[in-house]
């Protein structure tokens, strides 16, 4: 077992999360949401850049930031690491991120430059890291013609 330096390491504790109606004999009335009209405009900036539209890439990026900080036109060019930054921002806790970030072929990167576990410990393997076991359901369903993914 290891210990990580607690300098370095943050676990973010998510009040946009806190239900004030909770009670044990409840169970909370908070709504849920399914979708987001803030990762809309997410989306649309990424395949807007994907397609080489930086103009309108950008106009959906400072819809976004614009709601959250009040300032209109923060950005004034776009990336998909900026895209990336206001994904993590505007969504933290709420998206899957992981699917993202290997969609958009940027895990190994962020995950080595932003995670003090895999910094300190070296815990990122691409060759197991990169997917996701199959369910052992699913592998019995499918009458040998699926296979585990490597690693699992």
Do not use: C
């Not at 849920?32 to 397609?51: D, K």
């Not at 072929?105 to 393997?125: C, M, S, T, W, Y």
């Amino acid at each position: 077992m290891y210990s990580l330096n607690p300098e370095r390491t943050n676990f973010p504790i998510f009040k946009k999360f806190d239900d004030e109606i909770f009670s044990e004999a409840t169970d909370g009335a908070r709504d849920t949401f399914v979708f987001r009209i803030a990762e809309t405009h997410l989306i649309a900036a990424e395949a807007y850049l994907a397609a080489g539209n930086q103009a309108a890439a950008l106009t959906h990026l400072n819809i976004v930031r614009e709601r959250a900080t009040g300032v209109a036109d923060e950005y004034t060019s776009v990336t998909i690491d900026d895209i990336l930054n206001e994904r993590a921002l505007e969504l933290a806790g709420e998206a899957n991120r992981w699917a993202v970030l290997k969609r958009t072929g940027k895990l190994e990167e962020r995950i080595l430059a932003h995670n003090p576990h895999v910094q300190d410990h070296g815990a990122f393997d691409a060759s197991i890291h990169l997917l996701r076991p199959i369910p052992s359901s699913e592998l019995e369903l499918s009458d040998g013609s699926l296979t585990q993914n490597p690693g699992y």
